[in-house]
């Protein structure tokens, strides 16, 4: 039973990612259009907290194993916070692809902490596997380390250290709740703090708003909120050290996407590493179900 939780877990971590990796695609059509990173920002955590308020209103039991853990639930919300301001705002001081492969640090980070949180062993193999698939990464996203301002590689920090914070909160939360109850419950908590950082912020984009900005603009929305519930669902699957390699596809789906959408052209390195993040993936799932040794310890 143990092994078909997880491997769901796993199922919906992938599923997850074809989701969030669309997000960076849409927020830039939108700010091509006339949309500021920021108002992405605000309007998925505004559409999350209001759309999804009557159902969380009739999920009251949920709502009762929220109050029961305030301190994951502030934990979650911080680390969402942060991943959502730490990646805008790094890219202002630093490349892109620089801060991305900072962040997709996460799950080498959860790796590392499961040990001590989650009670895990944590083998060779499997920071053998974590590595392969940031070294994938890597290659695919090709940074450039001639803009090293210490401010961008900071927020990118803090939006890695978040994301993996994400990973082990919402494990602690997803256990005893539904996905779109506790989304509802993280994003009403930090709705405050990015209409007040919307407010500090000055308009960056350069274009008038037309309606392809606001198509991707609700594009965003629609996409995040099923990344969230998906990444939400697979932790109350499975642990956080079990499906986190599954979310390195996530910058593979968000280049693919980019092609498609932006008319990116995928170079011969980020084919390369595409191929290595599969592998690593292929082999953090043949991992799971063949080492007992990554079962909890407890």
Not at 126 to 155: K, N
Not at 247 to 269: D, I, K, S
Not at 285 to 292: E, S, V
Request: hydrophobic content about 60%; proline content about 6%; some cysteine.
């Amino acid at each position: 039973m143990k092994s078909q939780s997880t491997l769901r877990g796993m199922g919906l971590a992938l599923c997850a990612t074809l989701f969030y990796g669309q997000v960076p695609v849409l927020a830039r059509l939108a700010f091509l259009h006339g949309v500021d990173g920021i108002a992405v920002v605000l309007a998925r955590t505004a559409f999350i907290a209001c759309v999804l308020a009557p159902m969380a209103f009739a999920a009251r039991g949920d709502l009762a194993v929220l109050r029961a853990r305030p301190g994951a639930l502030a934990l979650q919300g911080l680390a969402t916070l942060a991943v959502s301001t730490g990646i805008i705002l790094s890219v202002q001081f630093i490349p892109a692809s620089l801060a991305v492969m900072i962040f997709f640090s996460a799950p080498l980070i959860v790796l590392l902490a499961a040990p001590v949180v989650e009670g895990t062993r944590l083998t060779p193999a499997r920071l053998a596997i974590g590595a392969l698939g940031f070294s994938g990464l890597a290659i695919a996203l090709g940074p450039s380390f001639q803009s090293l301002d210490p401010r961008g590689l900071g927020l990118a920090a803090m939006a890695a250290c978040g994301y993996a914070l994400q990973f082990f909160s919402g494990r602690k939360l997803a256990e005893g709740l539904r996905p779109l109850p506790l989304a509802w419950a993280v994003h009403a908590v930090i709705l405050p703090p990015v209409l007040l950082f919307y407010g500090l912020m000055g308009k960056a984009a350069q274009t008038p708003l037309d309606a392809t900005g606001l198509a991707g603009l609700f594009a965003v929305c629609a996409v995040y909120v099923l990344g969230y519930s998906l990444h939400m669902a697979s932790l109350r699957q499975a642990d956080a050290s079990k499906v986190v390699m599954f979310f390195n596809f996530e910058p593979v789906v968000t280049m693919a996407t980019a092609t498609l959408l932006l008319g990116e052209q995928l170079t011969a390195a980020q084919v390369t590493g595409f191929a290595i993040v599969l592998s690593a993936l292929l082999l953090s799932g043949w991992a799971a179900g063949k080492h007992p040794a990554l079962q909890p310890t407890a």
